[in-house]
Antibody
Framework: QVQLQESGPGLVKPSEALSLTCAVTGYSISTGYYWGWIRQSPGKGLEWIGNMYYSGRTYYNPSLKSRVTISVDTSKNQFSLKLSSVTAADTAVYYC??????????WGQGTLVTVSS | QSVLTQPPSASGTPGQRVTISCSGSSSNIGSKTVNWYQQLPGTAPKLLIYSNNQRPSGVPDRFSGSKSGTSASLAISGLQSEDEADYYCAAWDDSLNGHVVFGGGTKLTVL
């Protein structure tokens, strides 16, 4: 059974970088599939952040591209998200998921990140 | 403003059939497959329909999807109280070097 679990700080200061990790169990990242991040601001809809293939090919949301980096660590079977220069607008529940194009078939439970001083 | 357009709300009574629409363009729905997600309150989204009309294992056949041109629809028949949730459509978009686009979501209320 494929399982994903997000981890990282729940509170980040404005202008700093947000860093989250998604640990994958039950499936080897290097076997295939893309791995993605999606977020949901309080009371709002889903916003795609980006997808990454284990070999390094990435696709990013055009509106976030200048601030986003997704990386993978196949040795730990996990992938990570870094979002720089955060503001209050980046406060959201962040989800990681396994994905083929826009088909997100396995999701983590999500982690709330609040941007506040 | 979401790239894919969904009605913000929908409702129905138990047993009824409800449909939720998702409108896009030639760069997304018009040329790519559509997926639907169900998000129950306080939980992560769950894949409900993939490749326009395919149900993952475990999804009841009360849920069905269709696509025509640049629009897609999710139909729920035999509505049940546990279907009350937010529903999102999603598709790949070939513009801007490729990216995922979501609909704004539809809150389904079972009256």
């Amino acid at each position: 059974q494929v399982q994903l679990q997000e981890s990282g700080p729940g509170l980040v200061k404005p202008s700093e970088a947000l860093s989250l990790t998604c640990a994958v169990t039950g499936y080897s990242i290097s076997t295939g599939y893309y791995w993605g991040w999606i977020r949901q601001s309080p009371g709002k809809g889903l916003e795609w952040i980006g997808n990454m293939y284990y070999s390094g090919r990435t696709y990013y949301n055009p509106s976030l591209k200048s601030r986003v980096t997704i990386s993978v660590d196949t040795s730990k079977n996990q992938f990570s998200l870094k979002l720089s220069s955060v503001t209050a607008a980046d406060t959201a529940v962040y989800y990681c998921a396994r994905v083929q194009w826009s088909d997100f078939d396995y999701w983590g439970q999500g982690t709330l990140v609040t941007v506040s001083s | 403003q979401s790239v894919l357009t969904q009605p913000p709300s929908a409702s129905g009574t138990p047993g009824q059939r409800v449909t939720i629409s998702c409108s896009g363009s030639s760069s997304n729905i018009g040329s790519k497959t559509v997926n639907w997600y169900q998000q129950l309150p306080g939980t992560a989204p769950k894949l409900l329909i993939y490749s326009n009309n395919q149900r993952p294992s475990g999804v009841p056949d009360r849920f069905s999807g269709s696509k025509s041109g640049t629009s897609a629809s999710l139909a729920i028949s035999g509505l049940q109280s546990e279907d009350e949730a937010d529903y999102y459509c999603a598709a790949w978009d070939d513009s801007l070097n490729g990216h995922v686009v979501f609909g704004g979501g539809t809150k389904l209320t079972v009256l």
